[in-house]
C-alpha cells in the first residue's frame, strides 16, 4: 500500500514514496499496454461456460469504462514531469489508439441500439397486422405495397446485422433470430397475399373462344352394317388445325396484377422461399385447371370405363375429348406456360418445372382417355373415332414438343407421340378389319326386291366419308401397296395413284365379289342380275356425284357404267326372251294355223302376266335406272306384240287379244315398283 498525509486539502509525498509509486505506475503503463493490445485485437473478451451456456460477456459499456479509466491513467503519468521523453511518447500513443477504440466501440454501441429500435417497429407494425389481417397488404397491387415495403426493410436489417462488427455477438444473434422470426411471418402474409391474387384475379376464356366446330360429317361411331342410311352421310369441308400461335394466347390472370405477382416472385426468391412461391403457385394454377376441366365437361374416366362406351355415348365422349385436346394444348397450356415465363422467368428453369407440376396431371388424363379408346375393339364402326383422333393428335403434336421441350417435361411429349403411333396403327389395322369385314359380310337369305343391298349403301357412304380424311389416310398408308386386280395402269393422275385411290378400288373389288356371291342367293335369274345391276348403279352413282371420282378416275366409271348396263341387257334376255319368242312364227305367217296364232296370242298373255305379277315386286331404287330400263323393255315388247297382232289380225279372234299396246306399255310402268301386283288387280284399276 502507498501512504500518504493529507494538509491543506493536498497530498505530499516524501521523494521515496514517490519513487515507488512511479515504479507502480510504470507497472500499470505495461498493463494497460497488454490490455490495449488485447483490446486492439478482439472485438471482445468471452468466458463461457460450456455445460450451462451461460454467458458472462462483458456488455459494450463496461467495455468503455474499461477504455475511459485506461485513457486517464495514461494521461496522468504522460503529465508527469519525472517520466523519460520515450516513455512519454509511448504513453501518449497508447492514449491516442485508446481514444479511437473509445470512439468504435461508442460508434456501433450507438448502431447496435438503432437496428434494435427499428427492429422493434416492424415487430410492432405485424403485431397491428395479427390483430387487423386487413391491414395485411395494399389493394392497389404495386410495388410500394406495405407487405412488400416491410420485407424489403427486414431484409436490409438482416443484411446489416450480418455484416455489423461488434464485441456483443451474442446480442447480435439475438437480433438476428428475431429479425429472421419476422421475415418467416412476412413470408407467411405474402404467400396469404399469393393465394388471394391468384385466385381472385384468375380469367377463363369461353370454350367458344375458338372455331373449333368440324364441319364434318356428324358420324356415329357405333353405327353398323344394317343401320346406315343415305341421309346419315353428307358433303363436310375439311378442318384445319390450329398451331400454337400468338394468336391463341389469352390471358389466364388480369394483366394488372402480374407486375405485383413478379414483385412477390422477387422478394421470396430472394429471402430463399423459393419453394414456398413454388408450391403456393402451382396449386393455385393447378387448381384453375381443374376448374377449366368441369367447364369443358372432362369427366375422369378410368380404362375399364372407357371401354364399355359403345354408339352414342363414344360418340359424345370422344367429341368432347377432341374438343377439350383443341382448347387445353392449343390454348390453355400455351397461355400458361407464357404466364409461369413472365412471373418466373427471371429464376431459370423454375418456371419449366412449375408449368410441368401443373399441367402434367392433366395432360396424362386426356392421353390416357386416347390410350383406352385405341385399346377398344377394332371395328370398323371406330374408324372415323379413330381418325378424328388421331388428327388432333397430329395437328397438336407441334405445340406438345414446344410445350414439353425441357427435360422435365419430356415424359408427356413421350407419351403423347406414343399415343399417336398408336393411333395411327389402330387406324391401318382397324381399315383392314373394314376390308375383311366387306369380304366375310355373311348371307343366307336373298336380299328382298333386288334392290340396293345395305352393305353397299354402307361400304360407299364409309369411303365417301373417308374422302374427308385424305391427307392423313395417304400418310398412313404411304408404304401400303394394294392388290387390286381393277386397278388401272393407264391412269396417270397423281390422286388416281394415291394410298387412298388404291385403297378404295380395292375395297370396292372386295365388295363386287360379295355383292356376286349374295346374288347367287335368288333363285330367279334375272333378278340376280337386276340385284348386280342395282348395286353396281349404285356405287358409280356415288362416285360420279361425291369427290370419290377423284379417286376411281374416269376408266373406273366407265368400265361399271358397262357393268351395269351390261346386266340390264341379261336381265332382258333372261326375262324376256322366252316370252317374246312365242310371238315369233318361224315358218311365216301362211303355214300357222288360226288356232295356233291364237294359242300363242293367249300363251303370251298369260307369260306377261306372270312376269308382271312377279317383277312388280323387284325393286329399282333409282327413278331414272328404271325408268330407262322400261324404256327398254316396252321398246321390245310393245314392237313384238304390235308386229304379230298386226300380221295375224285377220287370222285372231278378237276375244284372244287380250291387251293393246297402251296397255302393255301401262303394265310395264308398274315393274320393279317393289309392290307386287297382278294383272287381274290392273285391269279392275282400269
Known sequence: MISSEKTNNSFKFSSQAFLHILDTFQMLVVECAFWVGFILTSDSIIFADMEEHKSVISTCEQDQHVVAAAQHVLKALAASKTVSDNLRKTLLDLETQLS???MVKERQGRGIKQLERHLKCIEDK???WEANPSLTCDSSFNESSECLKVVGEIQTLIQSLESFSVNDKWKQKELLRRANKILEVAMQRLEEE???ILVQHKQYFEPEYMSLHSNRVNMVYGESFHSVEDEQIAEASRSSGAGQSNANIVDLVNPVVLQHLKSIANVMFGSKYHQEFCHVFVTSRRDALAEY???????KLSIEDVLKLEGKCLNREVKKWIRAMKIIVGVYLVSEKQLCKQILGDFGSFYQSCFSEISQSFMLHLLNFGGAVALGTHTPEKMFCLLDMYEVLEQLAGDVDVLFFE?????VREEFHKLLRSFGETVKSTFLAFKNAIATNPSKTPFPQGGVHHVTKYVMNYISTLVEYGDTF??????????DPSDNKHETSAVSLCPMARQFRSITTTLESNLSNKSKLYKDEALQHIFMMNNIH???QKVKSSDLSHFFGDCWLRQHAAMYQQNARCYERVSWCSVLSILKDHSGPYCVSQRTLEKRCKEFCTAFGEVYRIQTGWRIPNP?????LQISVSLKVVLAYRSYTGRNSSNIAEKYIKYTEEDLQSYILDLFQGSPKSLNYAQHRK
Request: hydrophobic content about 50%; aromatic content about 10%.
Open 474 to 483: 395417304n400418310l398412313l398408308f404411304l408404304d401400303e401397296s394394294s392388290t
Open 194 to 196: 399469393l393465394v388471394h
Open 624 to 628: 331414272q335406272l328404271r325408268e330407262d
Open 126 to 128: 405485424l403485431m397491428k
Open 293 to 299: 376441366f368441369v367447364i369443358l365437361e372432362m369427366e
Open 100 to 102: 479511437s477504440i473509445s
Open 407 to 411: 427435360e422435365v417435361c419430356s415424359f
Open 538 to 540: 349404285y356405287m358409280v
